[in-house]
């Protein structure tokens, strides 16, 4: 299929196609056969060279152009003679025209534009009254005659046919144009053509279709349309027939509607023209698709090419196009298919893309495919060819050629560009690409070539074959200057020399020739070969290699060696897990010779230093001995010592078995299970060289913390028992549960645990803890609990029974509660009396019944809340930063309410009370210290009681004002002097500011270092005299205190050690001061701990 048909269909599918092409059609005839005005023939010719000329190589029938412009230029010229006849200037009469509507003509010679035409000018003489209204005159017989030499060649016009003009539809443009030879309607019935029986209502283009077949039908094939011609079937373009199907481009290979041509192609087998419709079945004439295209059986396609398969299809509605492999295989990704021109590429073509393929057209009305082969083919490429080879007489020369061709290559062997010679067919063999040439001799010196072909082509290499003729020489391979043997072994002397052709070999031993006996052999290949090697045979051998060219000898020396020998005896090692073992390998040898200890275990080379620092070579020289620290069961095995020297290698095996605790046991389950115990069965694991003694068995459920010991009904279980009864099991849960052996080593990993299996329900048998209750709102009784555990309920439908009654009282009241996460009960009634005892329990159920209650316990009713406020409220401010606050206490209970302790609300003057702070106490206190206020501020203070059932009624409101802050400054200049156990110190006045409270004295602490608790003196004045231990140093801070609070302390001072001399120093900043007026000052002091 051709790259038209591909635009053909992506332009709207065959159906249309098919319309258009007939509109083109009846253009074309109305054209060259209707009588019409040349105003609408050149509008036509117009419309057809417009669309036609950028489709040159669609319709490359010159017939179609050149009867198109012969029209056209007789429309110019009828135009240009009837203007001419006319009194008005020529351009008059044209802007006449485009005034009533007309463009202008295009100034482009031979194109008219659309629209041009649309209607007839009128015409110069005037039209005879017989005529009928909307028919066309007859052309005046003074019409301009054609240009000369513009019908040259070309075949005479049609006769014009009688009957109706065909309407044209003006929307359509026509996609392509069936082309009409010359004489088309010579043998034609004339217009309109008989409809076929129930085609009357028929669209249009069936009259078209029909009448083109009747044609194609009548014709010899010499005058088919070109492009229908079977010589050269192809729907597209009219080019020389190439390797190709349709398109000028590099040779490729596709299957579509064929072509002419000796290259690979294939299509179709022949060419129909559209077929006559033979009725109108389906609506506006739908019909299943139709294939025209036919494959061939087999395509060969060659390696590494592209091919192309095009399917083209008529059907209505336009059929969907898509392709597949038979074998279903999917396409590979580098395949593209394209289902709107019907397309599938190939690139690079290789082995696995050859097979069947399969185009499938479907549309509504039905489904049609066709199938065709593609065979893969490669010419021979060479893989392996033969080199240049230099041999000796008598050698044999082995020359191995091979190709990879696609069929397989055959393979044939030249000498010189000639057959080899067939008398030597026992000397000289091929074999599938294989030459061998035995005994070689000088007449076989020469170029070979191996060709490599099959049917597509073939190949050839070339390789050079030289024979050499020459004496002994031993240069190249002379015999080893020391050989090493190991007395009582074998020894091989081997004697190589380069000579052709091959001649005769001896030895000598020292001066004398070798003899051969039992022990001593000269082999076909010239070697020595020694056997049951003695401390005699040591000395010097001479191989000598003789021919008609020359002779020639090498010689060397063979020592005997002592044989090697393993000391250590092979053994059999038991051992126990996390035990060390040394493992012995003591060798006797020749002294001359060095050893290599090699070790393998199970076979395998043990590398030291990578198996987790577990081995470790520990022998000397002459021992290979290795110890394995902490031995694992993974280690026991087969141990072997290797002993190697130049001439001889010894080894020595020691199996080790470990024994360790058992492996875990195998196939762990549960066999039955009841509301409280489990039947379990298991199967024994590996013992690891030691019996079982034991068994245990673990559990674990969703409510466990990991895995617990269960306790069985037999208490030990035997090493031989695979199966126990586990007790004591919680109902209705989940249980896992796993089997661990115990031998003499210890307890090995457990068993895989068994799958999770439920214990059966039964009634609950756990009360709840901790019941209590009290509290709550007005007339209510409130009744908590600890809830039940999930794994404690023994089954489903768990909740709880709430029985109570008032002290003293014989019936209870009871309530449940069907939430297993319940935790709180609350009776609401009127009639409770408020702060009332209760005795209350709380049982349990569940969905097999109820279960026990828990012991009686009194409670207590919701009370009623505070119903008075406390008195004597007063308030004292003790620093800036704290007040007192004190009250007269309400009293604690009565027979409806108690008094559980007092909330105290502050809030400062500039705030509401709504964001009071709240201090609250506990019991029966009478007075509270607030905390971390601002100094120099006015608080207002109220309190108030409460209770469990809430708070009472607000006391008044009172106020304080804290006192003014203390000093912000700190002590500064501070000095000390210390003499024997004395420490004097002295520091400035510190002066408060205007909004602080004055200075009223000073502490002093001191301490041993900044960590310990500091011991504290206060005094009055400005210096202070402190006897201290000596030997020790000390860190002194400096504060003052007001009626505010203490102020800010002063930097860290310390003082050294005390030793009986006198030292002085002060504090960073200070000045310092004489001893004289420090022995003046009088110091007073007083002391607290």
Partial sequence: MTEGTSQRDQAGGMVREFKRGEVLAKLFFHLVTSPSSPWRRLEIAGRLQDWLEPRRDFFPDPWIHHTIEAERQRALEEIVASMRRSPAPFSTRLSTKARNGFPT??????????????????????????????????????????????MDGLPPLLAPVPGPVLEVSEDELPPFLVPIPEGFMEDLSPLPVPVPEGCEDAPSHRLLRHLFAQFLRRRPADRLPLRHRPADCRIGRGRPADRRIGRGRPPD????????????????NSCPPFDAPSACPGVMGEYEPKIEVQFPEVVPVAKSSTVKLECFALGNPVPTISWKREDGAPFGRKVDMNKASGVLEIPYFQQEDSGMYECMAENSRGRNSVKGKLSFYAPPQLTEKPQDVQKTID?????????????????????????????????????NGVLTISNLNLADIGMYQCVAENKHGRIFTNAELRVIAIAPDFSQNLLKAQTLARQGGDILIECKPRMSPRGVISWRKGKEALRESHRMMVLDNGSLRLSNVTKMDAGIYTCVARNQFGVASSSGSLLVKEATTITSPAGHLDVTVGESIVLPCQVSHDPTLDLKFTW??????????????????VGGRSAGDIMIRNIQLSHAGKYTCAVQTKVDSVSIATDVVVRGPPGPPLDCQVTEMTDTTASLSWKPGLDNHSPVLSYIIQARTPFSLGWQTVTTVIEQLKGKQLSATVSDLSPWVDYEFRVLATNSVGTGEPSKPSKKTRTKEMLPRVTPARVSGGGGGRSELVITWEPVPEEMQSGPGFGYVVAFR??????????????????RYVFKNESIPPFSPYEVKVGVYNNKGEGPFSPNITIYSAEEEPSRAPVRLRARSVSASEVEVTWKPLAWSNSRRRILGYELLYWGEK??????????TEGNKTSVLIRDLEGSSTYYISLRAYNSAGVGPQSTVVNVTTKKPPPSQAPVKIMWNTSNSKVILRWDQVYALENESEVTGYKVMYSQDKHSNPSVVETNNTSLELTLPTNQDYVIQIKPFSEGGEGISSRQITIPKIEGSIAMGAAPGSLGFSAVSLAAVILTGRMLL
């Fill in 105 to 150: 003509p295009n100034p482009v010679p031979g194109r008219v534009p659309e629209g041009f035409m649309e209607e007839p000018p009128p015409h110069p003489d005037p039209v005879p009254s017989s005529v009928p209204k909307g028919s066309q005159a007859e052309p005046p017989s003074h019409s301009v005659p054609v240009r000369e030499g513009l």
């Fill in 253 to 268: 290979h596709r299957l579509n509607s064929g072509s002419a041509g000796d290259g690979l192609r294939a299509g179709l």
């Fill in 395 to 431: 050698d044999t020369l082995v020359w191995e050629c091979k190709a990879n061709a696609k069929p397989k290559p055959s393979y044939s062997w030249l000498k010189n560009g000639e057959p080899l010679d067939r008398m030597e067919q026992d000397r000289v063999q091929v074999n």
């Fill in 600 to 617: 393998f275990f199970n076979e395998q080379v043990i590398q030291f230093g990578s198996h987790g620092a577990y081995f470790e070579k």
């Fill in 806 to 823: 008032p002290l003293g009282a014989q019936g209870w009241m009871q309530a449940a509660v069907t939430s297993p996460d319940a935790s």
């Fill in 911 to 920: 705030e509401k009370q709504d964001a009071a702070s709240v201090v609250r």
